[in-house]
Structures are given as C-alpha cells and as structure tokens.
C-alpha cells in the first residue's frame, strides 16, 4: 500500500530545492521513523535503522500536482536500502491556482441548515 500526502507550502519569499533538501535533512536526523528500512532475514521481515542518511527529494518545475500525486501513488520504493518515504517539491508560479481547483473538486463543502 502506498500512502501519499499532498503539502502546500505557501512562502514570501521563493523556497529553493536545497532549502527543502536541508529541512528534509534534518527531519530524518531527529525522526527515529524516517530512517527506517524493512530486510528479510530468514524468511522474516523485520525494520531496521539506515545506516547513512539518504533523502529521496526530486525538484520538478511547472508540473501539475494533480498529476504528479496520482503518478506517485503507483510507484514503489525499495524498502531494503530504504527510506520508506520519498518527497517531491514542486516548484510552480501556478500552484496556488492549481491546489484551489483540486480542492474544490475533491472535498464536500457542508452548509449548515436553517432550522
């Protein structure tokens, strides 16, 4: 099973890939969870702690985040080497526009009744 969430970073100022990069860095230094890996030993699957610290992060620039979610959801990671996560950072002046329209198709909006 693959389980993908969907950020929206909103910033003054542009946030660059190494910014990302280091955050990311960071988390897996002081997350027990994020360093985690899963290896088979004699017929047993068992969570191990990565020996060295690797981030999966690739900057894409304009895509559509719709597109890319959905394309995520259907890739799979090496769980041996690890990590069990990967981050994409999606770089695009449209985001915003973007993420406004999704939302609206894929969330119920409730209004309250009168009574």
Known sequence: MITCYWLVLESQKEVSGEQVQEALSILFRNVDILRLCI?????????????????????????????????????????????????KYIMNDKLEERNNKFYKRHHLHFQPRNN
Not at 53 to 67: F, S
Request: glycine residues 2%; proline residues 4%.
């Open 39 to 87: 290896k088979k030993e004699n017929d047993e699957y068992w969570f191990y702690k990565m020996e060295e610290e690797r981030i999966l992060l690739e900057v894409l620039k304009n895509e559509c985040p719709n597109e890319v979610f959905h394309k995520e959801m259907h890739n799979s990671i090496d769980s041996a080497s690890g990590p069990l996560w990967r981050a």
